[in-house]
Each structure stands twice: as C-alpha cells, then as structure tokens.
T-cell receptor
Framework: AQTVTQSQPEMSVQEAETVTLSCTYD???????LFWYKQPPSRQMILVIR??????QNATENRFSVNFQKAAKSFSLKISDSQLGDTAMYFC????????????FGTGTRLKVLA | DVKVTQSSRYLVKRTGEKVFLECVQD?????MFWYRQDPGLGLRLIYF???????EKGDIPEGYSVSREKKERFSLILESASTNQTSMYLC??????????FGDGTRLSIL
C-alpha cells in the first residue's frame, strides 16, 4: 500500500529565511505524481507545486522548489525568502492511476513564519 | 478559475440525523472527492467519483454514502450521524490526473 509521511508536525522560520519541509513516500508504482498543497488558517487549500515522477528536473514555482529524489522516495519542499503569508499547513500528496485513482495525503506540517 | 462550492461552512446536527453535504464545481471535472480532515491525521479519503453515477470507496467509507446524479454535483450523506463524525469535510474536484481543486470546507459538529 502507498503511504506518505511528513515527519515534521510543526516548524517555524524567520521572515526572509529559507525553510525545507520533508516528505517521504512509499510505492511500488513507477508512474505517479507528487504535490504540495498549502492550507492557510481558515482558508481554502491550494496547490503550491507539482512534480511528475517521470521528470528528472525538479519543479520550481517562484520562491517554492522541490528536491525530488525518486530512488530515495523523497519529495521535500523548499521555501525561499519566507513571507508572513506563507504561514499555513502544508500537505504532501501522492497520486497514481493504475485502473483507479489513488490520492494519498500526508498528515501535514504546520509552518509558522515569524516576523 | 475553478470554483468548488460547498453548501455550508459550518453545520451543527444531532446524533441519528441524516446529514447531507453538498458540493458543486463549475469546471466540468470528471473527478470529485470527499475527504475528512482531522488534526494529526491529515486528509482521509471517504469516497470519490470519476463520472456521473460512478463512485468508489476511499479509505474510510463506513457510515457515509455519496450521490452523483449530475457531473457538477457530488453529495456526501451521513446516514445516521454520530459524534465521531464531527470533523472538517473537504470536497475537491480534478480533471483526469491534474491537481485537485478544493472547496472551503464544511466544519460539521454532531451533538
């Protein structure tokens, strides 16, 4: 069975600093997708970044980038130049489709950016 | 811009009641999902649907059912609400293998 593990329940970072959120997963599939979602306090969950497993190049979206290590089954999120608006719960998610869709979310990391 | 609308932000019901949570999306997405979110447990999939009248059980379907009579609408039904179903419920939709779009969530309290 596929699993997604986020080992850091809570983290904090000073404004303008860089922080890395970790995520590991377990699967026997070869084709899958990985996502990071952000859920600000009392607000809607939104997609931060996605990575297709067949792509070797790490995805980047402005201040957000990932370190995708397929062999190690690791998918960490790096936030550069942290801003107060980055304070949120971050969820790592795994998706595959082999006959039926399978979406699995991690338990989340609560990130607080400090002024 | 994709919009996923959940009918209520907050809902209070009593044990034993039949509860309906409604979700509507406006982007013609095939896939729709219902999750519950609990502290320390992340998001757990209750049911999903990949087409009208089609549904599949997720990881925690017990005590729930769903209905998808139209492509844009996906309803979650608590047949006989119990206190352990107090939670945040999130609806999401997606187009094939693309990322999910989420609603604002419904915070459901069962008294």
């Amino acid at each position: 069975a596929q699993t997604v593990t986020q080992s850091q329940p809570e983290m904090s970072v000073q404004e303008a600093e860089t922080v890395t959120l970790s995520c590991t997963y377990d699967t026997s599939e070869n084709n899958y997708y990985l996502f990071w979602y952000k859920q600000p306090p009392s607000r809607q969950m939104i997609l931060v970044i996605r990575q297709e497993a067949y792509k070797q190049q790490n995805a980047t979206e402005n201040r957000f980038s990932v370190n995708f290590q397929k062999a190690a089954k690791s998918f960490s999120l790096k936030i550069s130049d942290s801003q107060l608006g980055d304070t949120a719960m971050y969820f790592c998610a795994f998706m595959t489709f082999s006959g039926t869709y399978k979406y699995i979310f991690g338990t989340g990391t609560r990130l607080k950016v400090l002024a | 811009d994709v919009k996923v609308t959940q009918s209520s932000r907050y809902l209070v019901k009593r044990t034993g009641e039949k509860v309906f949570l409604e979700c509507v999306q406006d982007m013609d997405h095939e896939n729709m999902f219902w999750y519950r979110q609990d502290p320390g447990l992340g998001l757990r999939l209750i049911y999903f649907s990949y087409d009208v009248k089609m549904k599949e059980k997720g990881d925690i379907p017990e005590g729930y059912s769903v209905s998808r009579e139209k492509k844009e609408r996906f309803s979650l039904i608590l047949e006989s609400a119990s206190t352990n179903q107090t939670s945040m419920y999130l609806c999401a939709s997606s187009l094939r293998v693309r990322p999910q779009h989420f609603g604002d969530g419904t915070r459901l309290s069962i008294l």
